[in-house]
């Protein structure tokens, strides 16, 4: 899963490429129109803003809660891919804001916290792992093997289900810098977004 931003009325640099027809297209045809795309998204950075979700969360977190530009009550929107749009105004007060943090080292300091917690909860969650590979081994012994937890007795699944919630998400959700300048040129040039 994945949020796709797109801008409602980007700054163009180049043309878009046209479309392929791709139940009649050939293999060729496709991969040279997603060259094409790729080359034109570069050009045109408020085009398109992709980020998979262990990357959009702490992203969007870090603007809900820094830039002081996401109103209240649309703070859950930023996590749905409900179409959620933000207005050209509030897109380049973002982008301003994201730039002023980096600028000041603030996202510099935040991305090395959040990545130092990040770092710990995956040194965690291998012990956990570990635990949870011993206790599998242990089940396949009892229920035969590739048995889910879900078909265990009681007793073990809710054992299975105590080692598993012992498990740090943090460690799922990566930050760094360059998302955040990434974003913010999307934001500047993209005449206000869609979050998909």
């Given at each position: 899963m994945g949020f796709d931003l797109f801008g409602l009325n980007p700054k163009l640099k180049s043309e878009k490429p046209a479309t392929v027809d791709y139940r009649n297209s050939t293999e060729e045809e496709r991969?040279?129109?997603f060259e094409k795309m790729e080359k034109f998204e570069k050009e045109n950075k408020g085009y398109y803003f992709r980020n998979n979700?262990?990357?959009w969360r702490p992203l969007a977190n870090y603007i809900i809660e820094h830039t002081g530009c996401v109103d209240r009550d649309d703070e859950d929107k930023w996590h749905e891919n409900g179409g959620h749009e933000v207005d050209e105004e509030t897109a380049k007060m973002i982008a301003q804001q994201l730039k002023h943090l980096v600028s000041t080292g603030h996202t510099d300091n935040f991305a090395k916290e959040h990545m130092d917690e990040y770092e710990k909860a995956t040194l965690h969650n291998e012990?956990?792992?570990k635990?949870?590979?011993e206790f599998q081994e242990q089940m396949d012994k009892k229920y035969g093997e590739d048995t889910a937890p879900a078909s265990y007795k009681e007793e073990d699944y809710k054992m299975w289900n105590s080692i598993y919630s012992m498990k740090n998400w943090k460690a799922s959700y990566?930050?760094?810098?360059d998302n955040v300048k990434e974003f913010a040129e999307f934001a500047e040039e993209s005449g206000g977004f869609t979050i998909c």
């Open positions: 991969a040279e129109f979700v262990w990357w012990a956990v792992d635990k949870l590979k990566p930050f760094n810098v």
